[in-house]
């Protein structure tokens, strides 16, 4: 038989799969001993049942929750139905196996009635059952009708103005008269808030299941590669009061500093609050080293509690606790999120103090995160000059300009239109989850550094600046006020996300420079990785980058990249136009000189690395003016009739270039291209070696389908480079002569281009592209249709697609290697830097991956993870 409900006391920190990952934990520092409220959790396995039957819930499950609430009455020896004894109110709360903070729903003070508030209040006082009460109504009105909450807001607030009370100053008729208006909320939107706490709590458990499939979730799930099949947990927790008196008080903590990693506890309580006061941002918290002035053995104990935590988890924690009339609850623990920069140090520090291994280091660091170590920052000296408006609290790092935008929904709008933009908003909720994804930088005028956004924008990575006090923020008027200076939607502004400070206009960044922490730990995952990382990059800059992240050598240098500039792209022009042998030779010759230089600095800059440069691929048309007026321009440098220049242009259109005139069929219908760059390449590598630098050219051809291709290719440029090695007389020195697989027939008849090819690498965007027959430049018109409707479930052209594009791989090395064992293979597509594809391609055994510079240092780490994960599996 099934076991639907586990109590506290039956599960462990292993069961997150079954109860979740707030349910595991509580189970598990209830064994440790902690002081944890009792409780029970309602299984994942529930609410996956519940979703796919919801007649679930009547014929299975309530017998189960009311055998587990008369088991919790025994526990706490009080009443959660009746009337005459201590009134047991309980929580109900979402937990899933992978945090997702904020995204789905929560319920307090759950058992409350008229009448059970009555009690309460005789029990205790009228201000604090009636707040409790208010809360419950509100949140219930939330989360299981889901009636907007702002609509008790404003009656609150009216309410008070009424009064002319704050609500400390009312009666118990004036409470019992608030309460009576919050249920006409609810009769406004023809519902009924039941009154049977049973009722109650068979209500909020089904609308926690719901919220697994709320709009925030998914959303969240989608950033964060989370499972849309897990299904939540759901944790009901016997309630303890934060807000029982001025020795109560709830608060959030982490073992270490959230956005430094430094090894000191870093969170904010409040006293006389219940935990929600302290996430939302609705009242500024108290910084948790307050806490030892104010309640000294609650500070002493949860300071002695965090170690053991700590030190049982081997990971920062992140710990919700409340303070009931002096003693101490600990009401949550998981791995606290945290920045790159935190997650780094945490890591090595980790490793320092002998808790982790180096391995277990490497597991520890997400790639994705790795971005944000290596991205730019603001430049000191445009810094010191800049217009400085206000500063709060530096909740996540970084630094971002861009538009002020002040709801979620103008976000995505501008975003979707190219722009950058900075969320502004007195404080977000669950609620603007879509417009934080694509924000610069999120700023908010209220909470403190455990507050939504905050703890959003660090998972995230997204720069933040969090309770900027100084700010009027005026979301209905669209501006923002500090002081004399006020600020419409639109305007530009900069973020620091580091030191909380926000300015006015745009500021320049740089680079962060020689980040020692992170060289360290790459330095672990080479040692681990059994695949190569390479770059994709043809500019000296980028080179230079990417040997700098280190790369391992270049995977793939484009070469119709250089012939974009002024001079260069003239003289391409004028070869793809000549009109006589005379126009092209001349051509050529100074495409060769430019040429020539390229691969000389180029070589100089990847020195004894290997690099692979791709001859001209794209279709002729693509170097060509299409506008009329830069027609005729041309026409003029070229000295040709711009009438007969139009008509030249217009028949070298291609009715689907992608499949057209390009590739190694350019070079095969006018191979002089190709022996123009192959001897640019060698002019140049026979200079550096004349020099002293040992250079071993590796030319890859593009496009190739049949071997008949390659063997004519490959035959020519032997024969031109041989001329090459005699006219300078150069005892010849190695080079290969490989191809790109990007065809599905090529992936079918790999053997037969193994017998010819000296290296092989797989272009994934354009073998994608040919194996589904979407469009890369278009695909984004309807990739979100497929994902939200279940077709596919993330971008081929971002992820690898293992059933389709993987298997061609898959038989393209297995045929290959028949013929030769050790042949390379490579991976130069979008996905070479994709952490999530880098496993398949360990698993299919490809011998390096090259991708764009700055996702260098991430695919070093994801490299090394592939490893380490397959050992674990």
Known sequence: MTKWIYSFEEGSANDKALLGGKGANLA????????????????????????????????????????????????????????????????????????????????????????????????????FAYNCYRRLLQMFADVVYGIPKELFDTLLENFEKNQNKSLKELSIAEHQ??????????????????????????????????????????????????????????????????????????????????????????????????????????????????????????????????????????DMQDIEFTIEKGKLYILQTRNGKRTAKASLKIALDLVDQGIISKNDALLRVSPASISQLIHPVFEDTALQKASFIAQGLPASPGAATGEIVFTADRAKELHDLGRKVILVRQETSPEDIEGMVVSQAIVTSQGGMTSHAAVVARGMGTCCVAGCGELSIREESKTLSCGSLTLTEGDIISVDGSSGCIYSGEIPTVLVENNQDLQRLLSWADEVAHLKVRANAETVKDLETAMKFGAQGVGLARTEHMFFGQDRILEMRRLILADNEEEIKMALKLLLHFQEEDFYQMFQAVQDKPMIIRLLDPPMHEFLPKDPQEIKLLAEKLHKSPEKLARQIENLQESNPMLGHRGCRLGITQPEIYKMQAEAIFRSAIRLHQEGLKIKPKIMIPLIADKKELDFVKSYLNEHIQCLFNEYEQKPFPYEIGTMIELPRACLTADKLAQEADFFSFGTNDLTQMTFGFSRDDIGKFIGHYKKKGILSSDPFQNIDKDGVGKLMRIAISKARQVKPNLSIGICGEVGGDPSSISFFQDIEVTYVSCSPYRVPAARLAVAQAVLQEGKN
């Not at 002081?35 to 189960?64: A, Q, Y």
């Not at 789905?104 to 005789?122: F, K, P, V």
């Not at 499972?227 to 109560?248: E, I, K, P, R």
């Open 28 to 127: 598990e520092m209830s064994n440790l001993g902690l002081p944890v409220p009792p409780g029970f959790t309602i299984t994942t396995e529930s609410c996956i049942k519940f979703l796919e039957n919801p007649d679930f819930f009547d014929s299975s499950l309530k017998d189960h929750i009311l055998k587990a609430i008369t088991l919790l009455e025994r526990k706490t020896n009080k009443s959660f139905n009746g009337e005459n004894s201590d009134l047991l109110l309980v929580s109900v709360r979402s937990g899933a196996k992978f945090s997702m903070p904020g995204m789905m729903d929560t319920i307090l003070n759950l058992g409350l009635n008229d009448h059970r508030t009555q009690i309460l209040a005789e029990q205790t006082n009228p201000d």
């Open 177 to 314: 008269d608030l309460v009576k208006q919050y249920k006409e909320i609810y009769h406004q939107e023809n519902k009924n808030f039941p009154e049977n706490p049973i009722d109650q709590l068979y209500a909020a458990i089904q609308a926690v299941f719901k919220s697994w499939n709320n709009n925030r979730a998914k959303i969240y799930r989608d950033l964060n590669h989370i499972s849309h099949d897990l299904g939540t947990a759901v944790n009901v927790q016997a309630m303890v009061f934060g807000n029982s008196d001025q020795n109560s008080g709830t608060g959030v903590c982490f073992t270490r500093n959230p956005a430094s990693g430094e090894a000191v506890l870093f969170g904010e309580f409040l006293l006389n609050a219940q935990g929600e006061d302290v996430v939302a941002g609705i009242r500024t918290p108290e910084p948790i080293a307050a806490l030892e002035k104010a309640q000294p053995q609650a500070y002493k104990a949860f300071k002695n509690y965090a170690s053991i935590l700590e030190n049982h988890y081997k």
